[in-house]
């Protein structure tokens, strides 16, 4: 359904480690703008993930770097390196309530989540607010079932769901995405390339060239 046009246009917020940026990310932001119909997405690398066992990789600004080297030229795709920048612990909490406090009250803010992530979002800092500032789009991954959601996260995925555009709000609805989930992670190709095998397949060329560049993951 087309949306209905909103004073500020829509905008999405799709965080993540990035490490390295792939092609299911690339897919998935493209299909959180389409689906939508956001004017724009925040692709927004984390900072120092405080909820990762272990450390990533590549160092914040090259995660930025090679975001920005993937999307260069797609339109409605901005690498937006606020949490990179921040010192400290960036919460997606804060971010959201930045952004929130740049759009205005009235504009149209929309969240991306994995399915994985929702299952631990009520680990996240200050979760029931995310839903106060902005709206929750879920793309599923493979094996996701809502049957391993925390019965918190569960209710609100039960009452906040919505299945179209017809009464499209700030914040405060979950809508997951009709993509299709494939199986492929930034640990799959991290460790690709420390087994030396090609993963042109799964990473933009540019990126690919960036890696080799810095001699990344090895
Ligand atoms: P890692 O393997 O290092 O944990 P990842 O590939 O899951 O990384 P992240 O940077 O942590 O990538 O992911 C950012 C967001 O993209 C998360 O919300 C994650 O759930 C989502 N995501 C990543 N890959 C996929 C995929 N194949 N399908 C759906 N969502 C995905």
New binding site residues.
């Given amino acids: 359904m087309a949306r209905l046009p909103t004073e500020h246009g829509a905008t999405g917020v799709?965080?993540?480690?990035?490490?390295p940026?792939?092609h299911?990310?690339l897919r998935?932001a493209r299909a959180f703008r389409d689906e939508i119909g956001l004017d724009r997405v925040h692709l927004i690398p984390a900072g120092q993930p405080y909820h990762?066992h272990s450390q990533?990789g590549a160092s914040p600004a090259q995660r930025l770097a090679m975001l920005e080297l993937a999307i260069a030229g797609e339109p409605g795709l901005i690498a937006d390196g606020r949490e990179v920048r921040r010192h400290g612990h960036a919460y997606t909490v804060d971010t959201l309530q930045e952004l929130r406090h740049e759009l205005g009250p009235g504009a149209e803010l929309w969240f991306?989540?994995?399915?994985?992530?929702l299952e631990t979002l009520h680990t996240w800092q200050r979760w029931p607010q995310l839903l106060q500032l902005a709206n929750l789009a879920v793309?599923?991954?493979p094996g996701f079932t809502a049957a391993r959601l925390h019965p918190d996260v569960a209710a609100c995925w039960q009452a906040r769901q919505v299945s179209d555009f017809s009464n499209r709000t700030p914040s405060g609805t979950i809508r997951a995405l009709a993509l299709p989930?494939?199986?492929?992670?930034?640990?799959?190709?991290?460790q690709q390339l420390a087994s030396g095998q090609d993963c042109s397949a799964l990473i933009a060329p540019e990126v690919l060239a960036y890696i080799r560049r810095h001699q990344l993951y090895r």
Avoid: K
């Avoid at 991306?112 to 992530?117: E, F, M, S, V, Y």
């Avoid at 989930?181 to 991290?190: C, D, G, N, Q, Y």
């Fill in positions: 799709f965080g993540g480690t990035f490490d940026v792939h299911a990310h998935l990762r990533p991306l989540i994995g399915g994985d992530a793309a599923l991954r989930p494939i199986t492929l992670s930034a640990t799959e190709v991290r």
